[in-house]
């Protein structure tokens, strides 16, 4: 079975930068990779996504201007540039396989997830 496997978080400060990668062990034969995260005590939630075929990307209110999704197709690995990073941006980041064409795609593969703590 496919599996999703995150990397590159950590402790940073607030104002920061960081690089996550999600790498798919196989061809996931998705429409669209996606960052979700969970906060302590907050559900899940959406930060971006991206669609293998055009390169389309979609992100949430909260990290416009701040994070950048991008794609290697030949690695079947995503990317989530985030920069200038806020305490709220804490949280466990999980990568997902999205599948539908059109927006929005519904996840239907997970990774582990990756820890991002942002010290004030």
């Known amino acids: 079975q496919v599996q999703l496997v995150e990397s590159g978080g950590g402790l940073v400060q607030a104002g920061g930068s960081l690089r996550l990668s999600c790498a798919a062990s196989g061809p996931t034969f998705s429409n669209a990779m996606g960052w979700y995260r969970r906060a302590p005590g907050k559900e899940r939630e959406f930060v971006a996504a991206?669609?293998?075929?055009?390169?389309?990307?979609y992100y949430a209110d909260s990290v416009k201007g701040r994070f950048t999704m991008s794609r290697d197709n030949a690695k079947n690995t995503v990317y989530l540039q985030m920069n200038s990073l806020k305490p709220e941006d804490t949280a466990v980041y999980l990568c997902a396989a999205l599948y539908g064409s059109s927006w929005p795609s519904s996840p239907g593969l997970w990774g582990q997830g990756t820890q991002v703590t942002v010290s004030s």
């Open positions: 991206i669609f293998w075929s055009d390169g389309r990307t």
